[in-house]
């Protein structure tokens, strides 16, 4: 069975940056969609970005683009989500998923394995 497990979260303040990491452990196989998703309090999942294990294709999504930086080491099993110019908003728990696929999805629905994710709060 696949197991993800996401790590890095904190409190930072507002401009700051932080970088999560989301390891995957029992040896996937094929290639696999990485993705990251976020959760406000009483909200649903919001799409952040994914990247193809294989051939790192990325997406983002519109709330993030050109502050996030979604990348993957595959010898390490692990995708990276490098965030920068944080902002209060941006305030979530953070999910790692994977699901085996190549094509880039932006629904929640499309990915079967997610991490229990990893907090973020950012300060004004």
């Known amino acids: 069975q696949v197991q993800l497990a996401e790590s890095g979260g904190g409190l930072v303040q507002a401009g700051g940056s932080l970088r999560l990491s989301c390891t995957t452990s029992g040896r996937p196989s094929g290639d696999f969609l990485m993705g990251w998703f976020r959760q406000f309090p009483g909200k649903e999942r919001e799409f952040v970005a994914c990247i193809s294990r294989y051939v790192g294709k990325t997406l983002y999504g519109d709330s993030v683009q050109g502050r996030f930086t979604i990348a993957r080491d595959n010898a390490k099993n692990t995708v990276y989500l490098a965030m920068d110019a944080l902002k209060p908003e941006d305030t979530a728990t953070y999910y790692c998923?994977?699901?085996?696929?190549?094509?880039?999805?932006?629904?929640?629905?499309?990915?079967?394995?997610w991490g229990q994710g990893t907090q973020v709060t950012v300060s004004p």
């Open positions: 998923a994977a699901v085996q696929r190549t094509l880039p999805s932006a629904h929640e629905e499309d990915y079967d394995h």
